[in-house]
């Protein structure tokens, strides 16, 4: 086990703080045009893992830079939201352990918490029967080097799909739009643009989008949209930023939908509250 | 661009310092953000190709002092644009485009040239555009074509093939895609054209190509859903059954995550085609997608099953391999263990190598679904069956994990026991070459703790003994690093082995300690390695000099790493 006096393990944690210092740099710049940030949070959890370190500071030394990690790696691979360390003003989070069950089988759990409710659970396992009976207990260094290749691997790779899907359910990717002004041609669809920068998220110009509001006659509504490959100013935003545009297409309210003509005139009603990824697409030629 | 190089000359500033800071970081870079702004959108995809940030942003600087005059009318043009304005916006991005041209600005002229066609493209009724408006985006194409960069260049071939397939051309448009360099495009905008070149070659009538841009597209962004989506309906509108290509669909979808999207599609594709020569072959797909999809066995019952029995009834040769995939499911079976056995038992699975292989998995994931329930008994079952049907190592590996988490099990399952006491995957005269070391290592570690539980230490020609078990797993780890010189090593193994030799009074014990010690101290796991050293210098006996030399050495080496 490396311990905290040893170089390897002063390297292992500069490089962590490092990292962590970054991190934390990176999300304290978030400003308009960013997607909204996703918790991301990991302990060793068991009981039995727990045991093996020489102290908590050094655990929770490891567990910062191994989330740290998983950060990096979720931030690669789903850069539609803005990964970050849980805190108390994120509401959507991704809760991260190690289980240890039979024949010492250890497994990583990921748990999407909404709130503190938990909507739905992976699990992947790190090292199966027999694996840690032949190496031992892995140490600080053998964690922070075992368990983001298997997260990136286990997880995102293997299950991108459900892992988007999840997301795309509850965390919305941000919370600004603006509606523009009405085209010359009535018969083009209405128009707004989200806050989300253009230059960084280039690749969502042509996705759909569900666009939540409350309506000032009461309810709420959710309006459902598609990109149309362009970008336009999102006023009054400082620094300005351009911000990617849609057309609305459908207006819901419960299990009520219709097309967005009929409920045209009562969009200036509607004040935004969040929206989210509906469905990845690339501009068709159909 | 001018307007955006005047943001980029402002930004570059500001960003680069902090994109320095930051490099490390996987999130998508403010510089190369800006860059990539810097080329506008063409309305189809977003742009792409590389630009040198702090030449960009020069050379931007430059431009504003020259270009002052149009930047302005741009910026209007392309808010025009946005807004739906599309006759004002075509006149302001000609105009540019125009005096681009006056000015020797290709990067402007190629930029205002795109966004030109696409507003022409989009100012159609209803996507139609006259023979006027046709050849006037195409001409705006060609010129973004011929001044462009190669990412500019790439997203006009990219527009004026999709408007080559709107207008019924779709030979052009696979002539402009083709004259794309994918490689020198990011995987994302390579998704998009991979996924346009496979709708103009199926519109072309080039059904394997169709098929394997779709595939492209796939695995360049596996969320793009429109290429799955693409892929599928090509499938189903085959004139004859696809069998093969579905299948590789499916496993495709399957490798890069989309086990969702595979599941799916594999079903809709076997209800279409269940009963065709080599349907069973799509419904091994389906096992395939079961075994890795995160359905419970209470889903399988309600879900899946109504489906299967749906198939089964449309096709009476598929009846007796989803009857099998039923009792693999629901029913309870006793441990088998003998290859013949399972053939026998499963015989809807039992022809060929993918059969056994796919009905193994399917066994393997219901014995973890049973294992996860508390129901061990019936875990046990499915394991030994998935291990002797298709000789899976990973499922005699979760078998002995079994027996030994519940060791009730194994005197009302000797024989299964003994099998595993023999190594059964070894003595099957299977290709020495293609054995699971890996997982066999792993089995023997758990059999050999079985015993040392039961300190029956015994000997290493006493199969049921932890001293046979572990020296076989030894051996085992050889073999592995015979081929991986960097596997791990089992420093715990070695010193089981040592702690076992040792209780018999072997001298054996010393050079594993001291082997143990030696890799505890290579992993930086220095508290053990302080006390596999101590296990050996508590050994009784004198030690020869090299001996001696090896303990100070390997205690240098703890010293060194502890400080």
């Not at chain 1, 100013?233 to 990617?244: L, M, Q, S, V, Y």
């Not at chain 2, 049921?464 to 592995?480: G, K, V």
Request: with cysteine.
């Amino acid at each position: 086990m490396s311990r905290p006096g040893s170089n390897s393990f002063r390297i292992v944690e500069l490089c962590g703080c490092v990292c962590l210092a970054l991190l934390a740099n990176r999300f304290a710049q978030a400003q308009q045009g960013q997607a909204l940030p996703v918790g991301v949070s990991f302990e060793f959890a068991d009981p039995q893992i727990v045991s093996f370190f020489d102290s908590d500071t050094q655990r929770k030394q490891i567990e910062q830079q191994i989330g740290a990690q998983f950060i990096s790696r979720l931030q690669s691979r789903f850069h539609y939201w803005t990964f970050a360390p849980t805190s108390a003003t994120v509401n959507v989070s991704l809760k991260l352990g190690l289980r240890e069950s039979e024949s010492q089988t250890v497994a990583l759990w990921t748990a999407l918490l909404n709130g503190s409710r938990e909507i739905t659970r992976w699990e992947k396992v790190v090292y199966p029967p027999g694996e840690l009976i032949r190496l031992g207990m892995p140490t600080a260094r053998q964690w922070l080097a075992k368990l983001p290749g298997v997260f990136d691997d286990g997880f995102l790779r293997s299950h991108n799909q459900e892992i988007l899907n999840a997301l795309k359910g509850v965390a919305p990717v941000g919370k600004d739009i603006i509606l523009m002004p009405a085209a010359a041609d009535p018969s083009l669809l209405p128009r707004a643009v989200l806050a989300l920068d253009s230059n960084q998220y280039d690749d969502l110009q042509d996705c759909e989008f569900r666009l939540h509001y409350d309506w000032s006659a009461g309810g709420k509504v959710t309006i459902h949209s598609s990109g149309i490959g362009m970008h336009a100013p999102f006023a009054p935003a400082t620094p300005p930023f351009d911000g990617i545009v849609v057309q609305l297409e459908k207006w819901q309210q419960g299990s009520n939908s219709q097309d967005i003509e009929r409920m045209r005139n009562h969009l200036p009603e509607l004040t935004p509250v969040e929206f989210y990824l509906e469905a990845i697409k690339g501009p068709g030629s159909d | 661009m001018k307007v955006h190089r005047k943001i980029l000359g402002i930004l570059t500033v500001v960003v680069i310092p902090l994109f320095a800071i930051t490099a490390e970081s996987q999130a998508p870079s403010p510089a190369v953000s800006t860059a990539s702004g810097s080329r506008g959108q063409t309305g189809n995809v977003p742009s792409s190709g590389k630009v040198d940030t702090t030449t960009g942003a020069v050379a931007g600087r430059y431009r504003i002092s020259t270009e002052q005059e149009y930047s302005d009318r741009f910026e209007e043009a392309r808010q025009k644009a946005a807004i739906g304005n599309y006759t004002e916006a075509i006149t302001g991005f000609q105009d540019v485009a125009d005096r681009a041209h006056q000015s020797n600005d290709s990067d402007t002229e190629a930029e205002s040239s795109l966004r030109l066609a696409r507003a022409i493209e989009l100012s159609g009724s209803k996507g139609t555009l006259d023979d006027a408006s046709f050849a006037r985006a195409k001409l705006a194409y060609d010129r973004a074509i011929q001044f462009g960069d190669p990412g500019q260049q790439a997203s006009a071939r990219n527009g004026l093939a999709s408007m080559l397939l709107r207008r019924g051309d779709p030979a052009g448009a696979v002539t402009q895609l083709r004259a794309i360099d994918l490689a020198r495009v990011d995987a994302s905008h390579r998704a998009v054209y991979r996924y346009n070149l496979g709708l103009a070659n199926e519109k072309s009538g080039n059904w394997a190509e169709a098929y394997s841009s779709y595939l492209g597209a796939i695995g360049d962004k596996p969320e793009y859903e429109s290429a799955a989506q693409a892929t599928f309906a090509l499938l189903q509108r085959s004139t004859q059954p696809r069998i093969s290509e579905a299948v590789q669909f499916n496993n495709f979808l399957l490798s890069t995550g989309q086990i969702s999207s595979a599941g799916g599609y594999t079903k809709q594709l076997l209800a279409q085609w269940a009963g065709k020569p080599d349907s069973q072959r799509l419904l091994a797909a389906l096992l395939q997608y079961y075994s890795v999809s995160p359905l419970t066995l209470d889903d399988l019952r309600e879900r899946e099953w109504p489906y299967l029995q749906h198939i089964a009834s449309s096709a009476p040769e598929l009846a007796e391999p989803i009857r099998d995939i039923q009792v693999a499911c629901f029913a309870s079976f006793p441990p088998m263990f003998e290859h013949y056995q399972v053939l026998d038992f499963f015989h809807g699975w039992a022809g060929g190598d993918w059969q056994q292989a796919a009905m193994g998995q399917m066994l393997k994931r219901t014995g973890d679904e049973f294992k996860k329930n508390g129901e061990f008994q019936e875990a046990l079952s499915r394991y030994a069956a998935a291990w002797a049907l298709s000789f899976d190592a990973d499922a005699a590996l979760y078998a002995a994990s079994v027996l030994h988490d519940h060791r009730q099990f194994i005197d009302s399952n000797e024989r299964l026991f003994d099998q595993l006491l023999n190594g059964i995957i070894e003595v099957k005269g299977m290709d020495y070459s293609k054995l699971d070391w890996p997982n066999i290592l792993r089995m023997h570690t758990l059999l050999g703790t079985i015993f040392e539980q039961e300190k029956h230490w015994g000997s290493e020609t006493e199969l049921r003994s932890a001293i046979f078990q572990w020296n076989r797993a030894i051996y085992a780890e050889a073999q592995i690093r015979h081929s991986n010189p960097q596997y791990p090593p089992s420093p715990e193994l070695y010193m089981k082995l040592a702690n076992a030799y040792q209780q018999t009074g072997n001298p054996k014990a010393l050079e594993l300690y001291l082997t143990a010690a030696q890799a505890f101290a290579d992993t930086g796991n220095v508290k053990q390695a302080r006390s596999a050293l101590a296990a050996a210098g508590s050994l009784n006996g004198s030690k020869a000099p090299s001996v001696q030399q090896r303990v100070d050495e390997i205690a240098a080496e703890i010293k060194k790493e502890q400080s």
